[in-house]
């Protein structure tokens, strides 16, 4: 797409980088896990959930655990691979989609 601005045409690229997208989308997927796994140890993840079922009128059902190390690591590296490849994969999809 070439835009004219001032006689001076701006070619805008519609290529979006891949690897950037997938680590943006995964460091945005482990970040949201390292906050949630934070919220689990310092013991307000059910008060919040308990708000969060109230605000949208809903008998809370779901009751959090006791913090546990190997689970929030393995929460955190696995949404943050998830999120990598759903990342790469909607780049792909994007590149695809507005090829030239």
């Not at 546990?68 to 990342?87: E, N, P």
Request: hydrophobic residues 60%; negative net charge; without cysteine.
């Amino acid at each position: 797409m070439k835009v004219l601005v001032d006689n001076t045409t701006i070619v805008m690229e519609h290529h979006i980088s891949p690897g950037k997208v997938a680590l943006t989308f995964g460091a945005f997927a482990g970040g949201a896990h390292i906050i949630w796994s934070a919220l689990v140890a310092l013991g307000w993840a059910q008060p919040l959930v308990d708000f969060i079922s109230w605000a949208h009128m809903i008998t809370p059902t779901f009751i959090v655990e006791e913090f546990d190390v190997l689970a929030a690591s393995t929460l955190i590296v696995v949404a943050s691979i998830v999120g990598y490849a759903v990342g790469r994969l909607f780049a792909h999809v994007w590149n695809w989609a507005h090829r030239a």
